[in-house]
Structure formats: C-alpha cells, structure tokens
C-alpha cells in the first residue's frame, strides 16, 4: 500500500490554507480589495491620460513650428533662389528669439552650406518624416526633433527644434507621475484597510447582537452612530424587525397566558360538572342536563379557539381570494335591520346613517362579522334608554363606518392594548367575552388596506373602520358597458 504522507482524520487542508482561505472568504477582505483595485486602476488611468496629453501637447507645439518653418523657407527659395535662402536661414540663426532653432543646409555635393550643426546626423534618409535623433549643435550634444525638406538641385534642407527641454520634462513629469501614482497606491491601501476596519466592525456589532439574542438576551439591539448612512439604515431596519419579533413574542406569551387563564374556568367547571352528575345524578335527565351544561361550556372553549384560528387566517392573508368590488350600503343596512330589533328588546335606540353608494373591494363576510363584533360590543355596554350611532360614509378617498355608544368606554391607559387578543379592560371584566372582537376587527382593518380607530364618545366609545374607497377604472366600465 503506498504511503501518501501524514493527513488529519478530517480530510482538512492544512491550517496555514485554512487561514487563508478564511482570509479571501471575508466580506470586508474581498471589499477592500475591490475599492484598491478600482482606486488603482483609476490612479494609473488619470497618470496615463495626463502624461499622453502633456506630451503629446507639446510634441504637437513642435512640429507645427518646425513645418511652419520649413513652409517660410520653401516659399523664400521658391521666390528669390538660393543666396535669399541662405539670408533668410542666417537671419534666424542670428535671431535669439528662436534659440533651439535648428538649421542645416546641404548642397547637392553633400557639402554643408548654412546652418548650426556640425554634420549631417546619421539616419536621415527620407523626406518629410519626423525623427528624433541625438545631434551636436556647435560643438554641444543634445536631442533634435528634425525633418528633411528636398530642394531643387539636388540640395536638402533639415529643420528642427532642440528638444532637449521637452526631454527634461519628460523626465521630470515621469517621475511626479510616479510619485504621484506611489501616493496613490498608498492611500488606496489606507483607505480599503479603513473601509475593511468600518465593514468588519459593524458586522461584528450585527454579529454580537444577533449571537446575543440566539442566546436568549432579546433586549440587545445593534448600535447606531448616527452618522445617518447606509450601516445606519440597515442596523435601524434590523432593530425595528427584532422589536416587532419582541412585540410579537410577547404577543404569543400574553395569548398563551390568556389562553390558559380563559380556558381553565371553563374547563375546570364542565369536569366539576360530569364528576358531580356522576357521582350524584339519580336520574337519566339529571346526567342529561349536566352534559348539557358541560357541552355548552366546551363549546365556548370550540368557538375562542375558532376566533383565534379565524384571526390568524386573516393576517396570513389567505382570505383575499374572496375580495370583489361591492357596495357596501346593503350589507350594512341588513346588519341595521338585524340588530335594531336587539336593540328594541335592551330599550336602546339604534339610529342609524348610511349613505349609497359605499363601494370598496372587500370581502363581504369579513366586513360583515368586523362590524357585527362592533355592534355587540355597543349593545353589551350599553344602557337601557342610551342611543347608539351607526354611520356610514365617505370622507375623502376612504369609507369610514363608525359605531358610537354611551357605555363605560374605554381608558385612555388601555386603548393601545385593547385590540390585543384576551385583553379585557376592568369595566369589561364581569362581562361575557372572550377579548377577541376588537383583535378581529383590526385584523380585517389591515386585510382590506384600512384602520381601526377608538375614540372617546363623551361618554362612550366611538369605533372608526375606515376602508379605502374602490375606483373602478375606464377599461373595467368599458367592458361592463359592452357586456
């Protein structure tokens, strides 16, 4: 069997890979080598632009002088020959306004017959060509920028400039270009270095706090600096999601309390009942009358548990399959004609206005059962010989339906938790019910887009559903015309 060295167990790669591929795996790594890169690269394309222009500037200010004086000269030999030629050629080199002004002119024996070169340089061969060649200008080396000009005769004339100077600058711009892009890289390695330290440091504030609630301390939230940026949004949006799943949390231990508060009465007496029938019933009515009882007090435990289910179908949204654009004046009126004659019976006046039509885009039943928990609430707190207001109309862009008693109400203390599930409030405590009714209506509230509002009536409580308003578009009646 061949031996292929020493292995861990695990099959691992080695640690000193292991740390580097941790290395090139971090978020904040891989970040700041992008913003070097791209800070780089943007340095070398700025130093490369601008030496190219400066340079190419200047190359291009020198050939235009060299053929424009090259231009001058053809022109003086082509009107006075020769000795004007030589005159004008002796003129600028005598004239020290123009001191890297090159000149040389050669007769056609290749005998040199004016100018400030001592020889013709090595490599010129063709005519109208630039070159850039080393020279010797009286006796000095240096660097010429030249072209040849073909005469009559067989002569030749060579102009240029000295570009020594411009070679110089060349030199100097190389190396600030150098420097330049040195500071550059620097700084682009300072920055990423810094961004990679603010990255790493607000994961690891994120880190911390979400390691502290999977630890149980639910209060820790992710430090915000104020500054007003993206970290600050994205730790603002992670502290208002852990105070909803807080809020939510207590939310599931308040029901689960309420839950087993509520239920254990009921449960308890329907058992004391059976036990007691059993034990004592003589009779088969007897036994039947207490299973009677025990069925009663089981089935409000049925229908608390069907309100809890019914309340989180609505917030799951699964009911908006049964939405349909309706007008909403019959339904209310029908609920108007049901509980008038309730309301005879308490001696409570039900007055009532509904306005035509109220179209929305609702589920019918849902809004039904909202406003039908509305209105048992007004009658179970309400006074003989007290007036109950039923409206509904539309103000603005919503349709607002309001149910307004004269009964206890409700304390300015308890009116942001009186849509919770099971909340009873104290005057509400010797009265049958659940803490349901209220939890349901917000629930369908928010399914169809709308609120809940409570309000003090003076005395009473005044309850707002406000639903927005249904616009039926031009297609939609179009096609309703045509059918």
Known sequence: ?????????????????????????????????????????????????????????????????????????????????????????????????????????????????????????????????????????????????????????????????????????????????????????????????????????????????????????????????GVGDEFDELAMSINEMLDRIARLMDGVRHVSNAIAHDLRTPVTRARSRLEDAALHASTKEEMQAAIDRATQDLDGIVSVFEALLRISEIEAGSRRAAFAPINLAPVLLDLDELYRAVAEDKQIVLHTEITEPLPVLADRDLIQQAVVNLLDNALKFSESLTVINFSARITGNVVQITVADRGPGIAETDKVRATQRFFRAESARNTAGSGLGLALVVAVAQLHNGTLYLQDNHPGLRAIISIPVYKEDRQSKEQERTA
């Not at 030999?77 to 000149?103: K, M, Q, V």
């Not at 440091?201 to 992710?222: K, L, P, Q, Y």
């Open 1 to 225: 069997m061949a031996w292929h060295g020493p292995a861990s167990a695990s099959g691992a790669p080695p640690v000193g890979d292991r740390g580097r591929g941790a290395l090139f795996r971090s978020a904040g790594v891989r970040f700041a080598l992008v913003y070097a890169g791209v800070f780089g690269v943007s340095a070398f394309v700025l130093a490369v632009a601008l030496w190219y222009s400066t340079l190419g500037l200047l190359q291009h200010q020198v050939q235009n002088a060299i053929h424009s004086d090259s231009q001058t000269l053809l022109e003086q030999e082509a009107l006075g020959g020769l000795p004007l030629l030589e005159t004008d050629i002796h003129n600028r080199l005598t004239n020290e306004s123009e001191p890297d002004g090159i000149y040389l002119l050669l007769s056609a024996t290749g005998q040199i017959l004016i100018g400030n070169l001592d020889h013709w340089p090595a490599g010129l061969t063709q005519d109208n060509v630039w070159y850039e060649l080393p020279v010797t200008r009286q006796g000095v080396a240096s660097v010429a920028l030249l072209q040849v000009q073909a005469l009559p005769g067989g002569m030749r004339l060579l102009v240029g400039r000295d570009v020594r100077a411009r070679l110089e600058l060349r030199n100097v711009l190389r190396a600030g270009l150098i420097w330049a892009l040195s500071l550059m890289m620097a700084l682009g390695i300072l920055g990423a270095l810094f961004i990679r330290s603010v990255f790493r440091r607000t994961i690891r504030n994120i880190s911390a706090t979400t390691g502290a609630i999977a630890r149980g301390d639910i209060s820790r939230r992710v430090p915000v600096s």
